[in-house]
């Protein structure tokens, strides 16, 4: 059984999706990767936890 | 749809979808988009600031425009009213009543990148709106 255009078309979006952003080199995704999963991750919820409390209705 | 908070965003946009989440259509609420956008053009000094300088043009791009295929920022008009009750009813700001709205209107699970990021609003109204709250590892 031959593999149908839709699931062809699903399976391509997949798989763009898993990528990520082409517009994020190795480099770039290394540095935001320190924000969101390493030795940055105090000072990026520092930087959010400031917005909110810069403005109370963004909370 | 799933909805996501800023270090998800972050994580998928740079390709590091977490495994445990599932493969589908990821919504980030306008404030959540707002607050990383403020991280991105609001310097604090330190060494964010300077990672954050550091990004190339087409990676800034793609936190300030993300793609609609990764994830779509949502349009906040239609949660508003919803947002306004929930706000009412579990307190917070903006931002909490658009993620259980978000979670509510999209019949969504709400996926967080750390448990600091969840807040005691989010996890009482999830709770009471039987929204699931995961925290990717």
Redesign the interface.
């Known amino acids: 059984v031959g593999v149908s255009i839709a699931d062809e078309l699903a399976e391509e979006?997949?798989r763009?999706?898993?990528?990520?952003?082409p517009?994020?080199?190795p480099?770039?995704?290394e540095?935001?990767?320190?924000?969101?999963?390493g030795d940055?991750?105090d000072?990026?919820?520092a930087?959010?936890d400031?917005?909110?409390a810069e403005?109370?209705?963004?909370? | 749809m799933i909805i996501i908070d800023?270090?998800i965003a972050?994580?998928?946009?740079?390709?590091?979808?977490p495994v445990e989440m599932p493969?589908d259509e990821l919504g980030l609420p306008t404030?959540g988009h707002?607050?990383?956008l403020?991280?991105l053009h609001r310097p604090?000094g330190?060494?964010?600031t300077r990672?954050l300088a550091?990004?190339?043009d087409?990676?800034r791009?793609?936190l300030r425009w993300?793609?609609p295929?990764?994830m779509q920022v949502l349009d906040p008009r239609p949660l508003l009213d919803d947002a306004a009750r929930l706000?009412a009813r579990f307190g917070?700001?903006?931002?909490?009543?658009e993620i259980l709205a978000a979670g509510m209107g999209n019949q969504a699970e709400l996926w967080f990148?750390?448990p600091?990021?969840v807040g005691p609003?989010i996890a009482d109204g999830a709770v009471q709106l039987g929204l699931h709250v995961h925290v990717a590892h």
Request: glycine share 8%; aromatic share 4%; no cysteine.
């Open positions: 979006r997949r763009r999706r898993l990528a990520g952003d517009r994020v080199t480099k770039d995704r540095l935001l990767l320190r924000l969101v999963k940055l991750m000072e990026f919820q930087a959010l400031a917005v909110s403005d109370p209705e963004v909370g | 800023e270090y972050v994580r998928v946009v740079s390709g590091d979808w493969v404030m707002w607050r990383l403020q991280a604090r330190g060494q964010l990672i550091s990004l190339s087409p990676a791009s793609a993300p793609h295929e990764v706000a917070g700001g903006l931002r909490n009543a990148g750390s600091a990021n609003a």
